[in-house]
């Protein structure tokens, strides 16, 4: 999980670095919520760059609260990063919600039996 929030930290510093005006949407999934990671690193982003809104904390899939959030996402561009699956799953949904297949980047791992 440590590269996953890495990687989405870069992304969201590397867009405010770059000034960009597009709002900026972040779902983060985990099992439970002592699993999400790097919520201080989030909190402090937002604090420093202002114009941000806390969301709520849902349960079910990770895919859920998308599909319930937005009912059409074209023009949108959307960065996942996590386990293949869920990647793969979110991906259909936003394709069929309007992203272009073009527009889907993607950091995928695998968990490893532990």
Same mark, same amino acid.
């Given at each position: 999980?440590?590269?996953?929030? +890495?990687?989405? $930290?870069?992304?969201?510093?590397? @867009?405010?670095?770059?000034?960009?005006?597009?709002?900026?949407?972040? !779902? *983060?999934?985990?099992?439970?919520?002592?699993?999400?990671?790097?919520?201080?690193?989030?909190?402090?982003?937002?604090?420093?760059?202002?114009?941000?809104?806390?969301?709520?904390? +849902?349960?079910? $899939?990770?895919?859920?609260?998308? @599909?319930?959030?937005?009912?059409?996402?074209?023009?949108?561009?959307? !960065? *996942?990063?996590?386990?293949?699956?869920?990647?793969?799953?979110?991906?259909?949904?936003?394709?069929?919600?309007?992203?272009?297949?073009?527009?889907?980047?993607?950091?995928?791992?695998?968990?490893?039996?532990?």
């Amino acid at each position: 999980m440590v590269a996953n929030i +890495r990687y989405i $930290l870069s992304l969201i510093r590397g @867009a405010i670095k770059a000034r960009m005006k597009n709002s900026i949407h972040l !779902y *983060l999934g985990a099992r439970t919520a002592r699993d999400v990671y790097g919520k201080g690193w989030l909190q402090a982003l937002g604090d420093e760059h202002g114009d941000h809104e806390v969301g709520t904390q +849902r349960r079910g $899939l990770d895919t859920d609260p998308i @599909a319930f959030d937005w009912s059409s996402l074209k023009d949108c561009r959307v !960065y *996942l990063c996590g386990p293949t699956p869920m990647g793969e799953a979110t991906s259909l949904l936003v394709q069929s919600n309007g992203v272009n297949s073009a527009q889907i980047y993607s950091d995928a791992f695998y968990l490893g039996a532990t």
